[in-house]
């Protein structure tokens, strides 16, 4: 090991110490969820919900993408998937009102997907709904196919495809995606102001077609972007539950109705869900009886996975597979993560009732970007990367993940571990230890303390959090913890999308969904744009990336680049790891794949068992 490593060990040996010392007696239980783990994702958006010295993130060689188990299938079985995390799951189990990658991860086992897409997330007409585009009239044609059944049996119908838009659209709709996006469908706006019933973009042709009018198209519309809605609801459940209450209703908490392999049967809140094989299935009646996903503490799932209690492991940390390597029991599977973690700077607030963000960077106290420059070449991600995560992360150079092939950029530098370049920025910038302390005071010669807001997590998370706080204080800063200490999942996000005002800055993730185009998660209507930062050229930029001009390959990837760079060097985000997923898979599943293009999410009714118990490993 050499000697950054050494150091590095440490200072994080002596961090451990002091914290157990601290909370011995007051932080008990207080272990929290999973720092960079814990994902919010657009998925429903589809645009969006890790390796160092190691092999590159984008060597899909490092671990296998399938399993088959060739032996026989026994008949039915529940398929047992633990969902490592530290505490409850939100339990909202709609496309439209779901915000976090645990409910989405819940949700794919029923889901409400029309559309199936390829191995570049293009959208194909292999799923229940296929599209026409026409680019000329700003119009799609999503055709259904016939024949497709709710889980309670009732037929599936164009007003189900509408259902949705009049959800998300609607005055007092509670959730995310009232975005640019969405408001790119014609009507969508005067139907949200109340100057219409209804959104007149949509046009029901017959009972299998829906014809749907933009005031724009691009590319994205191929990704699910432009303001398409990808997924259904059951009109002839929800029509009648106000919007206002729909997140709380049992068609959402208890006894949602689905499309997908299997439906819920049971909901323990927080804890568990219990689903059953849909007989109405489009696809045909699954091979198994059911699933049982279960969330389960990450301190005790190496444990569980070794005594083969589970089938499936989701959410599972590359900081565990020191402890699962060796396992017999077990076939570990890998690919590139649509996800990236980033650092967040707080530069202003969203106003709900306009839908708008409104920037303050004179107000902000990050609003110089040399200080937000600074703080991101003072961390070391790379570190981290390698010594916490067994290069199954890396340090992210961009706010694109390597999957987007085509318009994630290599070259680009990100910020890369500079504490000298740091300290000159702080010292260009004007903030200077004036009482010579060892802490910089601000531009005025006060005090200054910067608020950190990060998740709580498995047992690195506090670790990776001191050491960062540790890297800030070594170029003079002084970064304390919003509440004094990291922050159970649920409520981390409600703080950060509340913009309480004790956040200056905060660390999180996204898992991105399918569409690159970043239009969803940073322009000034979009509710996840959580550092409330937007100016004319980021909004030009973003309209740019998603115009009719934009259907031209070389002009899309090129604004794709001045957006990354654009972004890089204002800094209101600064990206930090790109991860590797790693799905553990029991040896009595037969048909599980992770590949993108092939994933066994599409293909649940092939998935079997080939014993009534799970195996246990030997070692």
Known sequence: MNKKLWAL???????????GACNKDTEKGSEGTKTEEGTKTEEGKEEDKEKEEEPAADDSALFPLDVTNDGNAITGGTLKVAMAKDEPFQGIFSYVLYEDGYDADILAFATNSLFETDGDFLITDKGIASMEVDQASNKATIKIKEGVKWSDGEPLKIEDLIQPYLIIGHKDYTGVRYDADFQNIVGAVEYHDGKADTISGLKKVDETTLEISFNKLSPAIFSGGD?????????????????????????????????????????????????????????????????????????????????????????????????????????????????????????????????????????????????????????????????????????????????????????????????????????????????????????????????????????????ITQFYLQNWKDVGLNVTLTTGRTIEFNSFYDKVEADDPEIDIFMAAWGTGTNPSPAGLYSKTAQYNFSRYSSDQLEQTLTNIDSPEAFDPEYRAKEFRAWQEYMAEQA????????????????????????????????????????????????
């Open 9 to 19: 060990l440490a200072v994080l040996i002596a961090f451990m110490l002091v914290l």
């Open 227 to 463: 303001g398409l809605w990808t997924y259904a609801e059951p009109s002839h459940i929800i029509k009648d539950i106000p919007v206002a209450e729909l997140v709380e209703n049992d068609a959402v908490r208890k006894n949602p109705v689905t499309l997908g392999a299997f439906k819920i049967d049971k909901v323990v809140p927080g804890e568990s869900v219990q689903f059953v094989a849909n007989e109405h299935y489009w696809k045909g009646k699954p091979k198994l009886d059911g699933v049982l996903v279960k969330v389960v503490p990450t301190s005790s799932i190496s444990v569980a996975i070794q005594q083969g209690e589970y089938d499936i492991v989701s959410s599972f940390s590359a900081s565990k597979m020191q402890e699962i390597k060796d396992f017999d029991n077990i076939d570990v599977l890998g690919r590139q993560e649509l996800y990236y973690a980033y650092l967040g700077f707080k530069l202003g607030k969203y106003d709900f009732d306009k839908s708008t963000v409104v920037t303050d960077i004179e107000g902000s106290k990050m609003g110089d970007v040399k200080l937000r420059q600074a703080m991101g070449y003072a961390i070391d991600v790379e570190q981290v990367a390698e010594v916490f995560y067994n290069g199954l992360r890396e340090r992210a150079n961009s706010l694109i993940p390597p999957v987007f092939e085509s318009f994630y950029d290599d070259s680009l530098e990100g910020y890369k571990y500079d504490p000298d370049k740091a300290n000159a920025l702080l010292d260009e910038a004007g903030y200077k230890d004036t009482n010579g302390d060892g802490v910089r005071e601000d531009k005025a010669g006060q005090p200054l303390e910067i608020k950190f807001a990060t998740m709580a997590g498995d047992d690195i998370a506090e670790d």
């Open 572 to 619: 209101p985000v600064i990206p930090t790891m790109y991860r590797y997923e790693l799905v553990p898979v029991n040896k009595r599943v037969k048909n599980w794949n992770i590949d993108y293009a092939n994933e066994s999410f599409s293909n649940l009714q092939d998935v079997e068992l080939v014993s009534d118990t799970a195996v246990k490993s030997t070692k």
